[in-house]
């Protein structure tokens, strides 16, 4: 199955979290659209943490009703939040590869998108003729599917009812530094 994927940060004290929704191609319209209508007028983009609490609650209801993946890889980053990224990173292109991913879109962090383009050049080369996978880094006005990871890593990290109301959408967590 060729799948799209979309990846956004977040940190919660020392912990580091890489989410990536998971979209194949027939919902990539869809999807957008429905995240394009949740926006107020004037509206450039969804950012979880910049949302009133009871917006926060009607967006990610109707986020979960349109029936979103979103994978999160979740590590430590005691050692340093690039060392826990680019972790995160490698596993993630690996997994990506498995699923026979055709895109892999981030959310851009400007000079430091390096690191990634690094991190993933290294997993394509031990790889090689495996996969034709894109990679890119986009700014999140520009590509609303970011939003669907950013809302769901906000939402797994803060815990409590925010990680219970956004279960559904979460697949896997993949723990790096947990046995």
């Not at 950012?47 to 926060?56: A, D, M, T």
């Not at 000079?111 to 990679?135: C, M, P, Q, W």
């Amino acid at each position: 199955m060729s799948v799209h994927a979309f990846v956004d940060e977040s940190r919660r004290n020392d912990t580091y979290y890489l989410a990536v929704a998971i979209v194949p191609p027939k919902d990539l319209k869809r999807l957008r659209s429905a995240l394009r209508a949740l926006l107020f007028p004037g509206q450039r983009e969804l950012h979880f943490y910049n949302e009133k609490q009871g917006r926060r609650k009607l967006l990610l209801s109707k986020l979960v009703e349109s029936g979103p993946r979103v994978d999160i890889y979740r590590t430590s980053c005691r050692q340093g939040e690039e060392r826990a990224r680019q972790e995160c990173v490698a596993r993630l292109t690996d997994d990506l590869l498995d699923l026979q991913g055709h895109r892999l879109v981030f959310d851009s962090r400007a000079s430091r998108d390096t690191f990634d383009v690094h991190t993933i050049r290294s997993v394509l080369n031990k790889r090689a003729g495996e996969s034709l996978l894109v990679y890119e880094h986009v700014d999140s006005v520009d590509e609303p599917l970011l939003w669907l990871a950013d809302i769901a890593v906000w939402c797994h990290g803060a815990g409590g009812d925010w990680a219970r109301r956004a279960a559904p959408m979460i697949g896997s967590v993949i723990r790096l530094d947990w046995p």
